[in-house]
């Protein structure tokens, strides 16, 4: 098979479809609201962005509804059909509230999606509802879960990990395995909107995190992290290393790696074999996203105004953009600029925005020290 190649079209497309959203999560990007703001882009507007999307070859991205939560939007089947009368693969990422009904789920698949994404952010409901801000929302989202699997979708777990939560990982693996949800994805979190009032891990932290990653991936479901690249270091590491040799020790791993790794065993027993997806995306290589109204950006996390789908061509925005030019070359500054994983990991663009106003800057939360190449 030869490689994707994400200079000529993006692999995800993620449409903001609406910011309002019954949920007021406490880490929320879109900082969501009940109702719909002004600027929304409309039905027509909405059609006229899927119509533009067919020029992107050699494919169609995947277009992810999310929010907000897509549910509210009156016309998401009507919009999620038009993608469909173009071949356009689609996905959903609704919010749990009493609007996923089992004929939502019903009909998300009649209109043909390829997986449903559900947030999760907590192995028990003090937790995930610590987050969410919704009591009873932890039974609501397996309540969620399994009927999702139960009607016959791909279903993605979503979750993104804090210092709140970062105890509770293998027991979170643990129920995305006993939920019998088919992908588990991981968010690093970025410091904007309400996220950040949460504590963000140390690069340590994050190490023995990614690590204890690879070790869950073992058990079913995929795997893949969000701004949080370096896990893809981390599995080509992995997978170099000698069956007999203990990661802990060869990658000086710390005190959370052994905790985490050790639950993971004592709750799910054996590994088998990895299902770690470490395909090269990052915030504008592979990666859009259309907020609400229209604007377009690189990734949901990486606030640099590409232009808007109102007024601009969205392929020549994501095509010919010096910024994601330079990130799909992994041009960057720092250790990811002298880094031998730099094209498969490159480090999340989002952190690096948020923390130096350059997103082609290091990504601090990564651990790694690059080892200098000697001509
Ligand atoms: S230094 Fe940068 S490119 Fe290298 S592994 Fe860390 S984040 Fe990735």
New binding site residues.
């Given amino acids: 098979m030869s490689p994707v190649n994400f200079e000529q079209a993006p692999i995800l497309l993620f449409w903001e479809t609406t910011k309002a959203c019954l949920l007021a999560c406490r880490h929320c990007r879109a900082e969501a609201i009940a109702e719909g703001v002004p600027g929304q882009l409309t039905t027509e507007e909405g059609m006229r962005l899927i119509d533009d999307l067919r020029t992107f070859t050699p494919r169609f991205p995947v277009i992810i509804f999310t929010g907000g939560d897509p549910f509210m939007r009156a016309d998401l089947y009507e919009l999620a059909a038009h993608a469909r009368s173009y071949g356009m693969p689609i996905g959903f990422a609704p919010s749990v509230t009493p609007l996923l009904t089992r004929e939502a789920a019903r009909r998300m698949h009649e209109v043909g999606a390829k997986a449903v994404s559900i947030s999760l952010d907590g192995a028990d409901a003090k937790t995930h509802e610590g987050v969410r801000q919704v009591q009873g929302h932890f039974f609501k989202t397996e309540e969620a879960v399994r009927m999702l699997v139960d009607e016959g979708h791909t279903v993605q777990i979503n979750t993104t990990v804090m210092r709140s939560n970062v105890e509770q990982l293998a027991d979170i693996a643990a129920l995305v395995a006993g939920w019998g949800a088919n992908i588990w994805e991981v968010f690093f979190l970025i410091v904007v909107g309400r996220g950040s009032q949460l504590e963000e891990l140390t690069p340590q932290e994050n190490e023995d995190v990614a690590h204890f990653l690879f070790d869950a991936s073992h058990y079913g479901f995929i795997l893949r992290t969000v701004e949080g690249?370096?896990f893809?270091?981390v599995v080509a590491q992995r997978k170099g290393l000698d069956p007999l040799e203990d990661p802990a020790v060869v990658f000086d791993l710390g005190p959370l790696y052994h905790r985490l790794s050790a639950r993971l065993r004592e709750l799910l027993g054996e590994p088998g074999n990895s299902r770690a997806q470490s395909v090269g995306t990052r915030d504008g290589k592979g990666i859009l996203f259309v907020s609400h109204d229209g604007e377009v950006y690189p990734a949901g996390f990486l606030p640099y105004r590409l232009g808007n789908v109102k007024t601009d061509d969205i392929v020549t925005l994501y095509r010919d953009s010096d910024l994601l030019r330079s990130i799909r070359s992994?041009t960057?500054t720092?250790?990811?600029?002298?880094?031998?994983?730099?094209d498969?990991?490159?480090?999340?663009r989002a952190r690096a925005f948020a923390t130096f106003g350059d997103a082609l800057a290091?990504?601090p939360?990564?651990?790694?020290?690059?080892v200098p190449i000697l001509g």
């Fill in positions: 690249p370096w893809r270091r992994a960057f720092g250790r990811c600029g002298e880094c031998g994983y730099a498969a990991c490159g480090g999340s290091e990504d939360a990564c651990a790694y020290q690059p």
